[in-house]
């Protein structure tokens, strides 16, 4: 799409088709008429729509391309050596106009936002930035950017201009409402084949779940999401496009899928999983934090980690052996990561004492955000584990159960003291870590819960609907179910687990 500027006149020159003088702030034309001179000077793109050239390949939007080496190389001796990379060139599935040119331009914005509170990287890692250069892909693709961004703005301008969040809130979900239809469409009529079609609906369910944390919290029910994204990358495993994906999306995907396993009896992970990890992610282990030169590795923060916890979950009985280790583990990982949360903290605050600049204080905080999060997941899965392990602290009394639950409740507490500042974006995580230590505290245990539920009602105010306490009892249910007990006894009831194992067909 080659864009050829087209003058720097006037609007009224323009559309009079008269010579501007291109004077500042306003042309002799337009003082002479007695009119405002809006636009002068400003560089206009004309898009012409360009076809492709008769020695291209196809005219989709892929198009592989392989040294002529590499490929002499493969002929001659196919069966020793690997087959040429592919590499793969976006173009646009249609072409590019002034709406489309408006929607990237404004994912871009939202990306590129320096304030921490409304940083989208604190939820969406690099994802995200991977964005704009797909706007125009894919309609679905375009429909999901398209209300994410409404979205952003409809949560921005409710704590920051409140006067003009109403019409904000209207235009999020009219253009929710359309992602959730182009979504529907979609998946009836999916074509798996069809160029980069897995990835695109991917990142679409992700932005369409986005949104409905941050406008329609009310929904409370994200299994199907995740369900469905689960049922893609199972499909791109089966037909070897996992690399379509890319691996900077690859590994917060599997973490969402590995959490929702452990709550979802539904999603069964024991074996796909592993293939697609040891296809994508061999030797990136162990996960690090880095402080400034010192590097630590945490077992705990490892993708293949906790998916055998998640495995372990369902059966606690048959893999105390297992859950044992990962709690002693678990438990000195999180000291570790509190002294390197305290150190980071304590930098930030003497970098601030120092009056450093504010790229200085940017990195500082960026660092102490990035270390409550890992804190963040540990205690996500301590508390599981610990969860697990209440049925038989009978049989393991030197764990001492009760205490280190005890310990990641004040864990939870602090670190939302500490990111209170960071709301609404840069605080996301917290909530959430909120509701599954609320939900794996013991029933007859009281320590922290009052000090749990006013934190939770603290950081709904950031979403209009949002009913955070309400969500960690539906997750305490959904635990039970999953881990086979019993709500009204305790206990093992007799067929829950086999028929939440039921899969739903023909959902997708």
């Not at 899928?257 to 990136?284: C, H, S, T, Y």
């Not at 002294?339 to 009056?355: N, P």
Request: hydrophobic share 40%.
């Amino acid at each position: 799409m080659p864009g050829v500027p087209s003058g720097l006149g006037c609007d009224a020159c323009r559309k009079a088709k008269k010579k501007c003088d291109l004077t500042k702030p306003s042309c002799q034309n337009c003082i002479r008429r007695g009119i405002p001179c809006v636009g002068v000077g400003v560089k206009r793109w004309k898009f012409m729509a360009s076809e492709p050239s008769s020695s291209s390949s196809a005219s989709s939007s892929l198009s592989f391309s392989a040294s002529s080496s590499s490929s002499s190389a493969s002929s001659s001796s196919s069966s020793s050596s690997p087959p040429p990379p592919v590499v793969v060139r976006y173009r646009p599935g249609y072409p590019l106009n002034n709406e489309t040119t408006r929607l990237a331009a404004s994912l871009a914005y939202v990306i590129g936002s320096q304030d921490i509170k409304y940083d989208t990287r604190s939820f969406g890692g690099d994802f995200l930035a991977d964005l704009p250069r797909r706007v125009g892909c894919n309609p679905l693709l375009d429909a999901a950017v398209s209300a994410a961004v409404a979205s952003y703005h409809a949560v921005v301008h409710r704590t920051a201009i409140p006067s003009s969040s109403q019409d904000l809130q209207q235009k999020a979900f009219i253009r929710y409402g359309a992602a959730l239809e182009a979504l529907r469409r979609a998946m009836e009529t999916i074509d798996h084949d069809a160029p980069l079609a897995i990835a695109h609906r991917m990142y679409a369910i992700v932005l369409i779940s986005y949104c409905q944390d941050w406008i329609d919290p009310v929904n409370k029910d994200t299994a199907p999401h995740r369900e469905m994204l689960a049922h893609l990358l199972q499909h791109a495993l089966r037909v070897g496009r996992i690399s379509e994906i890319g691996k900077v999306y690859l590994y917060p995907l599997c973490q969402t899928l590995v959490w929702e396993a452990w709550v979802n009896p539904r999603l069964n992970i024991e074996k796909w999983l592993w293939v697609l990890l040891d296809a994508a992610f061999a030797g990136a282990r162990p996960h690090k934090y880095c402080n400034q030169q010192t590097y630590l590795p945490f077992i705990t923060l490892e993708i293949e980690h906790q998916a055998r916890t998640a495995v372990f979950l369902r059966d606690p009985e048959r893999h105390m052996g297992q859950l044992r280790r990962i709690h002693l583990t678990g438990r000195a990982e999180r000291a570790q990561m509190r002294a390197l949360l305290a150190q980071m903290t304590a930098a930030e605050v003497e970098a601030g004492r120092m009056a450093a600049s504010g790229e200085v204080l940017r990195t500082h905080r960026t660092r102490r955000v990035a270390a409550q999060v890992g804190l963040g997941l540990m205690i996500f899965l301590g508390s599981g584990v610990n969860r697990g392990m209440q049925p038989f602290a009978e049989s393991n009394p030197d764990l001492d159960l009760a205490e280190d639950m005890h310990a990641m409740v004040d864990d939870a507490i602090q670190m939302a003291r500490l990111c209170a500042d960071l709301r609404p974006f840069g605080s996301m995580f917290v909530p959430k870590v909120l509701k599954v230590v609320w939900a794996c505290l013991p029933d007859d245990d009281r320590y922290g819960r009052v000090d749990l539920e006013a934190w939770l009602r603290f950081f709904e105010r950031d979403f209009e609907g949002a009913d955070y306490v309400d969500s960690a009892r539906e997750l305490r249910e959904r635990l039970d179910v999953a881990s086979g007990r019993s709500n009204a006894q305790g206990g093992f009831t007799e067929g829950i687990y086999s028929r939440a194992l039921e899969v739903r067909t023909g959902s997708w």
